[in-house]
């Protein structure tokens, strides 16, 4: 696969970059003598078994068997590709990266990317300097200011005014020599069935949706008329899907780690109102529930979560379709409920930012939220409503992780139910077995890493003591490599990892873990050498007598190895009736026999197998 960066480069983010210091701004860790441990990110448990290195620069699971380096963990904890998780490292670093080394594919991919961010630009600038400028967005400053928007904050989040003219935005581009099929893609513009383009957004408020570095990437418009639809979205493009940003967290994303909460609502003024009046730590999920990506965005800076949902039976649906998630992503979720048809931002208009913090801080959390919502749809006095609210609510407990804190709310629903504790428990209990079958495909990532880790313990100690030792003692590796070569290897996942060590030993390059990691394109490579670097041998006493009993093994086993192979081979050829096969192979077997006599005289044949840990 061709490279991207030089491998220079890349070696020198990953060098320059202090591996603690990044994960510990996405999870917190906990100091374990020269280490830092943390519970996973990638799976659920209760023990902390992930472990960051800070002498080997690389991070390690011992329960899900995941590890890397920063890089490797910025894509797995972010969900992004191995060029964004660079840009990510590097610019902790405070390393400029050049323009990267492109397949033409790639680089017309990238050169699309890049035109549609140059056009949302230009038409952000376009629509924000109407907006202060122009003689006929008076409406829209107006309207902005009866909502309570300063100049400043309009600024801020550079929003603009769409004239009402059908082509004003076509004219403006046609003046810059910009084509009108690249428009087209941007989706700026919209064909018309007859033939020729107009402005998709024309006399409304714009509102830029930016990513989290601030480059606008979409639009959001509001009519100033009451015409309809009230809003028109961007369609996706290349540079924009929806569910995977978030509206202000650009702005926003540094009040919200101070603060260690955020407040989620659904649209852009319910986001900027409340932002003016002094909740800043806000974002707006868009029109949407929660997804995935942007519960992955959230995490980034909090894991503290505050629902402000409008208090309608849409904003009912997206709070609980939002909950399930947020329980898997074990985050502290609160729900905030505003009076009956008021959005936050005619609460904010009404009653001031003050109000709102406070109804923010009474929030409740997520299991008083949902027992009185149920208790407020069914009549808990009917054997139908205790069946009802029990239904809905089981579920709910079941997400959450900790079996504790589901005893605890057991009792609570019971109580508040008025039914038998223990008959609610045998329910849960009962729900759990059944759902683990259904719950399995979304765990199938999970599952395959796990079982890969337990295919780890059977690779020969022998063999990874060899490679935990040229990780290591790099000083060891030109001895070594005179005693032993990668095909003496049983593992083809060590194989592989020697082949690379030698190589690169020879080319003179950096050999660091957390660098080699990068040169393998293969997940349980990487996993294997997290491990290894991961365990610490520091006080293993004589290690020029380990490697010397190493390597004798190593040999033993190869030979081992191949006698099993030639022992079923032979079997097989006994079956067949194939003598000259049978003789040839007979031949070889008594030769590895006799070999393995002589390079193993004197270290006792009694020796047992070390096929485990």
Not at 298 to 323: Q, S
Not at 473 to 496: A, G, T
Request: hydrophobic share 40%; net charge neutral; charged share 30%.
């Amino acid at each position: 696969m061709p490279r991207l960066y030089p491998d220079n480069l890349i070696s020198d983010v990953l060098d320059r970059c202090n591996i603690v210091e990044l994960i510990s701004s996405y999870i917190p860790l906990k100091r374990a003598g020269r280490n830092f441990r943390a519970n996973c990110p990638f799976h659920a448990e209760k023990t902390p078994s992930f472990i960051v290195s800070t002498d080997k620069q690389i991070f390690h699971c011992f329960g899900c068997g995941q590890g890397g380096n920063a890089i490797t963990f910025v894509m797995q904890y972010e969900k992004v590709g191995f060029r964004e998780a660079l840009e990510t490292v590097a610019q902790r670093c405070g390393i400029p990266l050049p323009e990267p080394e492109l397949t033409p594919s790639q680089k017309g991919r990238e050169d699309n990317r890049k035109t549609l961010q140059g056009l949302y630009e230009q038409a952000a600038s376009f629509y924000h300097a109407r907006l202060f400028q122009a003689s006929d967005a008076k409406n829209a400053r107006n309207y902005l200011a009866g909502r309570g928007i300063s100049k400043e904050t309009a600024q801020r989040f550079r929003l603009g005014h769409a004239p009402e003219g059908w082509d004003s935005l076509i004219a403006h581009f046609k003046s810059q020599k910009v084509s009108l099929a690249a428009l087209d893609k941007s989706g700026l513009i919209v064909a018309k069935e007859n033939g020729g383009y107009y402005d998709r957004y024309r006399n409304r408020i714009m509102f830029p949706i930016a990513d989290i570095k601030g480059r606008v990437i979409a639009f959001g418009g509001r009519v100033l008329d009451d015409s309809l639809p009230k809003y028109i979205n961007s369609p996706e493009t290349a540079v924009y899907i929806k569910g995977k940003n978030l509206f202000g967290l650009d702005v926003s994303k540094e009040y919200i780690r101070q603060a260690d909460q955020v407040v989620v609502v659904e649209g852009y003024l319910d986001m900027i109102v409340p932002f003016e009046a002094g909740v800043k730590n806000i974002v707006a999920s868009l029109g949407t529930a929660l997804t995935e990506d942007q519960i992955r965005l959230i995490k980034r800076f909090t894991n503290r979560v505050v629902l402000l949902y409008d208090p309608d039976a849409a904003g009912e649906m997206a709070t609980l379709r939002a909950l399930e998630l947020l329980i898997k992503e074990d985050m502290d979720i609160r729900i905030a409920s505003l009076p009956k048809g008021k959005d936050p931002d005619a609460f904010v208009r009404h009653n001031g930012g003050g109000a709102l913090k406070e109804i923010i801080d009474k929030a409740l959390p997520i299991f008083d939220y949902k027992l009185n919502l149920l208790l407020a749809k069914y009549d808990a006095k009917s054997t139908h409503g205790k069946d009802k609210i029990v239904r809905e609510i089981l579920p709910t407990i079941r997400h959450f992780k900790h079996h504790t804190t589901r005893a605890e709310y057991v009792k609570r629903a019971a109580a508040s139910v008025g039914v038998d504790e223990e008959a609610l428990l045998q329910d849960l209990k009962n729900m759990t077995e059944t759902a683990r079958p259904a719950a399995a495909p979304d765990n199938d990532a999970l599952a395959f890493s796990a079982l890969e880790h337990q295919r780890l313990t059977e690779i020969p100690v022998t063999e990874r003591m060899l490679v935990k030792l040229m990780l290591e003692e790099m000083h060891l590796i030109d001895h070594l490599r005179q005693l032993i070569e990668p095909s003496d290897f049983v593992s083809d996942e060590l194989r592989k990892i020697v082949t690379f060590i030698f190589d690169f030993f020879d080319q003179g390059k950096n050999l660091k873990p957390n660098v080699l990691m990068h040169y393998l394109d293969d997940d349980e490579a990487i996993n294997i050498i997290a491990e290894l670097a991961a365990l610490d041998i520091h006080n293993c006493p004589e290690k020029e007598k380990l490697i010397e009993d190493c390597v004798r093994r190593l040999k033993r086993d190869k030979i081992l190895h191949r006698c099993q192979e030639l022992h079923n081979r032979i079997r097989e050829a006994q079956t067949s009736g194939d003598e000259g096969k049978l003789h040839h192979l007979v031949l070889e077997y008594n030769n590895l026999i006799k070999k393995r006599s002589a390079e193993t005289a004197g270290y006792g044949t009694a020796a047992k197998s070390d096929r485990h840990p």
